[in-house]
C-alpha cells in the first residue's frame, strides 16, 4: 500500500478543479489517500527579500513535511490564463526553497498525475503540458494525467457522464497500477 497525496490547487471555494480531484480521488483503491488543500496553507507570496527577512512560513514547512511522508502525487491545478495558478506556483516557491538550496526537489523520484479541468474546450491542457515540463526540475516523475474541457457539459447532477467516468477511472486505475 502506498501514501498517495493529493494537492487541490485552487483557490476557490467552488473549485470545479477540486470536484475532480474528489471524483479522481475516490477511484483510489488498495492506497491510503492524504488530501492537501492549499487554501488550508496561505502563505505570503515568495521573494527573497521576504526568505531573508522573515525565513520560511510554517505553512511551507508542513507542506514539505507532507510530501516527504507520501509516495506519489495527484495534482490538480486549475488554468489561469493559460498558466500556473499564482497561489500553487507560490506553494512550489516556498517549498522547493526548504532543505538544500542547490537542491529544490521535493518530489524526488516521486510519481505524479495531473488533474486539470475549466468550462472550456481545452480543460487545463496548457496548464498540464506546463506542468508536465517543470515538474522534473523538482524532481517528479510525471507518469500520466487527465484534462476535462468543457465540465459543465460533463459534469450533471453531481456526476460525470459515463465516458468521461470510465476515461477518469482507467487514467487513475493506471497511475495507481504504475505505483
Known sequence: MKKILTVSGSNSKNSINRTLLELASSKIE?????TLDIRDYPMP?????REESEGHPDAAKQIRTLFAQHDAFIISSPEHNGAIPAELKNLFDWVSRL???????????KPVFLLSTSPGP??????????????????????????LGSFYDYFVDGQLN?????????????FTASL
Open 99 to 109: 532543505g538544500d538550496l542547490q537542491n529544490p526537489m521535493f518530489a524526488t523520484n
Open 162 to 174: 459515463v465516458e468521461k467516468e470510465q476515461e477518469l477511472t482507467s487514467a487513475i486505475t493506471d
Open 122 to 147: 481545452r480543460g487545463g491542457a496548457t496548464n498540464i503540458q506546463t506542468l508536465s515540463q517543470i515538474m522534473p526540475f523538482w524532481g517528479a516523475d510525471i507518469r500520466g494525467s487527465f484534462s
Open 30 to 34: 488498495g492506497h491510503e489517500v492524504t
Open 45 to 49: 507570496f515568495f521573494s527573497l527579500d
